[in-house]
């Protein structure tokens, strides 16, 4: 009779230490299986994948069902490997049992099955899917109870238990970076992702063109040199003013001219400019990218002017400007190549102060802050609070800046050095 309850026991701790290592690779594979993927094969009509996204919706009922599964099993094998251990050492068989039992949970019951969940969390997660979905609707009373309890606990103790502290856009940008980091995504590559989700982040005074580098016709000129100027510009828009800069009256599109020259048989003195030029509009500064660019696409427009908040004129921003801020700079065959990084010698870099930060970052894989400044001069001036001299140096954020050239009152050239990081 002893030696049949011993055989018939052994054979329940079998059952029960494959129990626990299903719950346990279950909770590995649910925890880190990709949800995109579930999203992706459940659109493709795969029920379990379904299964997998309703249950890590609830990760914390999740998890508490599969503990609760995990931990009643471990501690009933434990158990009967002491009752049996004692029948058949004594007193002695208790210590005898806990190695047996550590080595045997340890071994076949957690590091098992999680090393084979992590190495296949979409199967798995989708083999156990259905079980382990039944097992937490059976027990869902018992685990809210328990979450109650440890939701209690830990208000007695004073920590709070919220949602997650990374937004979507954070935790995209995060996985770009590992990717990036373990050579899965190259860099052309993580700067255009990165450049996506900085739309939401970055306002049009970011990346606009300042009024002072602004190309504007005086609408007081003679027809035929405002016709000749703006045809010879590298630029196809160019804003029209009447007596004041800030006083922007229209804008004249190089298309509409040329088809209005047309129209005059060659005539530019004979052009109604009132007629051709098109209204303008006018953006404030403070407008997220992601909002300008979904407003170009729905005015069809290209072009617009920023304005501050007492309405004064700062500078335009262009379709292509925020273009550029995903895929790079962007040049056609009319553009006027100004280059703002240049290489002077090894590991040292000639920087034009009016080059933005981004640009450098995104040039020299830098990660200079552009909170504060939006180009170099800018940054430098922001972290030195000073206007420096030619000949200044600073160091700051692991660069070394050599003030070169300064015209009046702007940091018109530079000389940048990345310094070796600290042991």
Not at 396 to 402: K, L, Y
């Amino acid at each position: 009779m002893t030696e049949t309850w011993i055989l018939i026991s052994l054979g329940g701790i079998v059952l029960l230490l494959c129990m626990s290592a299903f719950f346990s690779g279950s909770e590995t594979a649910l925890t880190a299986v990709s949800r995109a993927r579930m999203l992706q094969l459940e659109r493709e009509g795969k029920h379990a994948a379904r299964r997998v996204t309703l249950l890590t919706e609830d990760r914390e009922r999740l998890i508490g069902g599969i503990l609760l599964g995990n931990n009643f099993v471990n501690i009933m094998a434990s158990a009967i490997a002491t009752s049996v251990f004692v029948v058949l050492f004594g007193p002695a068989g208790v210590p005898y049992a806990t190695l047996v039992m550590t080595a045997l949970v340890l071994i076949f019951s957690e590091v098992l099955p999680k090393t084979y969940a992590l190495s296949n969390p979409d199967r798995f997660a989708q083999a156990v899917s259905l079980p382990i979905m039944l097992f937490v609707k059976v027990f869902a009373p018992i685990v809210g109870v328990v979450q109650a309890i440890v939701r209690f606990a830990l208000r007695l103790l004073g920590a709070r238990v919220e949602g997650p502290v990374l937004s979507s856009h954070d935790e995209l940008r995060g996985h770009i970076d590992l990717h990036h980091q373990e050579g899965g995504v190259v860099k052309d590559d993580r700067d255009m992702l990165g450049g996506v989700l900085d739309l939401h982040d970055l306002t049009v005074d970011d990346v606009m063109v300042h009024r002072k580098n602004i190309t504007m016709l005086d609408a007081g000129l003679p027809v035929g040199e405002i016709v000749a100027a703006a045809l010879n510009s590298p630029h196809t828009r160019l804003p029209l003013y009447r007596d004041d800069a800030e006083n922007i009256i229209g804008v004249l599109h190089a298309r509409d001219l040329a088809r209005a020259l047309l129209k005059a048989g060659g005539d530019a003195a004979a052009i109604d400019l009132d007629a051709v030029k098109r209204e303008p509009w006018f953006v404030p500064e403070t407008t997220e990218l992601q909002d300008q660019l979904n407003a170009f696409r729905e005015k069809r427009e290209h072009f617009a002017l920023v304005v501050d908040e007492y309405g004064a004129l700062m500078g335009l921003v262009t379709l292509e400007d925020i273009l550029e801020e995903i895929v790079g700079e962007i040049e056609d065959e009319h553009d006027i190549t100004v280059e703002g990084v240049r290489l002077e010698s090894d590991g040292v870099w000639l920087v034009d102060g009016h080059t933005p930060i981004r640009d450098v970052n995104r040039a020299l894989d830098w990660d200079l802050p552009d909170e504060e400044a939006v180009t170099m001069a800018g940054l430098v001036i922001h972290e030195s609070q000073t206007i420096p001299d030619a000949g200044q140096v600073f160091s700051f954020h692991g660069v070394r800046f050599e003030i070169v050239e300064r015209v009046r009152n702007q940091i018109v050239l530079m000389r940048l050095q990345e310094l070796p990081e600290e042991a």
